[in-house]
């Protein structure tokens, strides 16, 4: 009889901690094609920001004039809309 051999992990994965979202709060200035918008956060900073998955499935409007919450892309691209207030 043939013994099994037990195969050893190739990889191990490792965990490691992700940063933590930056979440800024902004007001909508202007409303741009396939739901972009350009928000001015607290500091004053204008930033282009798209509607979150959730809010697109879930159907909310986000009108200008809308106080926002938006998170920041670490790596200075477009930000994410993902709440109203």
Do not use: C, W
């Amino acid at each position: 009889m043939r013994q099994r051999q037990r195969r050893k992990a190739r990889h191990l994965v490792r965990v490691t901690d992700k940063q933590e979202p930056q979440i800024v709060e902004g007001v909508v200035d202007e409303a741009l094609p396939n739901t972009l918008f350009r928000v001015k956060t607290s500091e004053g900073e204008p930033i282009l920001a798209y509607l979150a998955g959730k809010m697109r499935l879930h159907r909310i409007k986000v009108l200008v004039g809308d106080k926002v919450s938006v998170q920041l892309d670490p790596y200075g691209g477009r930000a994410r809309i993902v709440r109203r207030f």
